[in-house]
C-alpha cells in the first residue's frame, strides 16, 4: 500500500518563528497535494493546496514547496502564532484519484 | 453556506451490535468519501461514492458498508462491531469525482465501541 511519510510527529515553536513540515510520498499519476489543518473536535480543513506545474504556492503566511524530482512537498508558516496550534496532514492522490492518502500528521504547538 | 453534516457526533455501541452514520453533504457537492481517523492509524481511506456508484474502496474488512442516495447524501454503516471499530469517523464532500476538486470534511462521527 502506497504511504505519505509525513515529519516530524510533533513541533513547538516559539511564536514568530517559522513552522516546517515535510512530505514525501510515493509515485503518482495525479497532481494535486493539498495540506489540512485540524483543530481538536474538528474534521480537516483545506489550509492550501499545489498543482507542481509550479515549485511553490503561497497564501499569506502558509507557504507549500514542491519538489518533484525527489517526490517530497513541505508546509512553510511564516510567523507562527499560537492560533496555528493545531494537527497538520498532508496528502497526495496514490493509487487511484478517487482517494487521498494522507500522512500521519504532525501536531504542531505554537508557544506565546 | 452549510457545511458537510454528520449525524450522530457521538455514539456509544456495544461489541457485536451494527451502526449507520449518515453524511449529508454540501449542496451541489455530488461527491462523498468516507474516512476513518485513529490515534494510531491517522486518517485511513474507507469508500468514495459519486452519482450513487462507489468509486474506490480502501483495505477495510466487509463489515464496513456505504451507499449513497439521489440527492448525495449518503450513510456507512458497520457491522459487527469490533472494539478497533472506535474511532472518528469523518466524511468529506466535493463538487466532482476525483481528489483534485478538494474535499471538505465534516466535523465527524466519534464512535465509541464497548
Known amino acids: 500500500q502506497q504511504q505519505v511519510k509525513q515529519s516530524p510527529q510533533s513541533l513547538i515553536v516559539q511564536k514568530g518563528g517559522i513552522s516546517i513540515i515535510n512530505c514525501a510520498y510515493e509515485?503518482?499519476?495525479?497532481?494535486?497535494f493539498p495540506w489540512y489543518q485540524q483543530f481538536p473536535g474538528k474534521g480537516p480543513a483545506l489550509l492550501i493546496a499545489?498543482?507542481?506545474?509550479?515549485s511553490e504556492k503561497k497564501e499569506g503566511r502558509f507557504t507549500i514547496s514542491f519538489n518533484k524530482s525527489a517526490k517530497q512537498f513541505s508546509l512553510h508558516i511564516m510567523d507562527s502564532q499560537p492560533g496555528d496550534s493545531a494537527t497538520y496532514f498532508c496528502a497526495a492522490p496514490q493509487g487511484s484519484n478517487y482517494k487521498l492518502t494522507f500522512g500521519k500528521g504532525t501536531l504542531l504547538t505554537v508557544n506565546p | 453556506k452549510a457545511g458537510v453534516t454528520q449525524t450522530p457526533r457521538y455514539l456509544i455501541k456495544t461489541r457485536g451490535q451494527q451502526v449507520t452514520l449518515s453524511c449529508s453533504p454540501i449542496s451541489g457537492h455530488r461527491s462523498v468519501s468516507w474516512y476513518q481517523q485513529t490515534p494510531g492509524q491517522g486518517l485511513q481511506f474507507l469508500f468514495e461514492?459519486?452519482?450513487?456508484?462507489?468509486?474506490n474502496k480502501g483495505n477495510f474488512p466487509g463489515r464496513f458498508s456505504g451507499r449513497q442516495f439521489s440527492n448525495s447524501r449518503s450513510e456507512m454503516n458497520v457491522s459487527t462491531l469490533e472494539l478497533g471499530d472506535s474511532a472518528l469517523y469523518l466524511c468529506?464532500?466535493?463538487?466532482?469525482?476525483?481528489?483534485?476538486?478538494?474535499?471538505?470534511f465534516g466535523s465527524g462521527t466519534r464512535l465509541t465501541v464497548v
Open positions: 499545489i498543482r507542481p506545474d509550479v
Open positions: 468529506a464532500s466535493s463538487l466532482g469525482s476525483g481528489t483534485t476538486y478538494g474535499y471538505t
Open positions: 509515485n503518482t499519476a495525479f497532481d494535486y
Open positions: 461514492y459519486f452519482s450513487e456508484t462507489q468509486r
